[in-house]
């Protein structure tokens, strides 16, 4: 029996069977728009690790160029340099075509992101009211941007920042910093992604506040426990110092400053109607 043949009207209640279905095809669906796309970002392989990958490791990246002239602005020297203090090489036989393969999926998933999210919606929208469900566009709008800004937040600012720290520091003149392959894309993805899924807090807050989990209120008294997570998060994807976690909280602080004005809209629409059925 086909995925069509077995969908049902959101107006009728489905199994627990028919949810596990329906979830399979939209799980197949995503893959698939993955592979896709990660097999064009196989194919323009120069573009994706000699422009992209490597971007944050060439002293021209547009990150140093801004902080150089910030620094020499105000009187110092600080992210201006030739050239990073360290090589990349790959140690195993099958180094460059294992992250050949790994880069090219996850530069697919970052591709694919509207419409693994587009997916996502497809599945949760049944049970969503009428009005609810025609706000798809916005939906998928909304989390896509905030992905992509995440993603390049994480590329342009937390990434150059570990690159130069984690680059250049030396417990002795004796160690050479030599990175493998695998280490430094690591990085880059990590950094990333990350910052991909952290810029997601509205929408998390979204849907959580929907099914009842988290209120305004909640999220405001214990902002200062956000706090502290947050910079923990930072320490975690920065290199240790505080500049560096400063920056990367701020974004994420007024994240979760808007993730309370929406989780505060939510629940006034939600009152008004329960007054209005009242």
């Known amino acids: 029996m086909t995925a069509k043949s077995k969908k049902i009207g959101p107006e009728k209640e489905m199994s627990f069977l028919d949810h596990l279905e329906e979830l399979r095809w939209h799980l197949i669906k995503s893959t698939m728009a993955i592979m896709i796309l990660a097999t064009v970002a196989f194919i323009f392989k120069d573009i994706i690790f000699d422009v992209i990958i490597f971007g944050p490791k060439k002293a021209d990246f547009p990150t140093y160029r801004f902080l150089c002239k910030s620094a020499q602005a105000i009187g110092f020297d600080s992210f201006c340099f030739s050239e990073l203090p360290f090589r990349v090489q790959s140690r195993t036989m099958a180094g460059q075509f294992s992250a050949h393969i790994w880069t090219s999926i996850t530069a697919g998933f970052i591709l694919a992101f509207p419409y693994v999210i587009y997916e996502f919606w497809k599945f949760v929208s ?3 009211h009428k009005n609810e469900r025609s706000n798809a566009r ?4 909304v989390a896509s941007l905030l992905f992509f800004l995440g993603v390049l937040f994480g590329y342009y600012v937390v990434t150059p920042l570990s690159i130069n720290f984690l680059g250049t ?7 050479f910093n030599d990175f493998d392959l695998s280490s430094y894309i690591g990085l880059v993805r990590a950094c990333a992604l990350s ?7 509205p929408i998390i807050i979204f849907f959580l506040t929907k099914i009842g989990l988290v209120t305004p209120q909640f999220l405001r008294k214990y902002r200062k426990f956000a706090l502290v997570i947050v910079l923990i998060v930072s320490a975690v994807i920065t290199p240790p110092d505080i500049a560096s976690q400063v920056i990367v909280a701020i ?6 400053e808007v993730s309370i004005f929406i989780s505060a809209r939510i629940i006034k629409k939600q009152n008004k109607k329960a007054k209005a059925h009242g």
């Not at 916005?138 to 709008?141: K, N, Q, S």
């Not at 974004?251 to 979760?256: A, F, G, S």
């Open 126 to 128: 049944p049970g969503l």
């Open 169 to 175: 520091y030396q417990v002795s003149e004796q160690v």
């Open 138 to 141: 916005g939906f998928i709008i």
């Open 195 to 201: 910052s991909g899924l952290i810029f997601q807090l």
């Open 251 to 256: 974004p994420v602080l007024i994240l979760y």
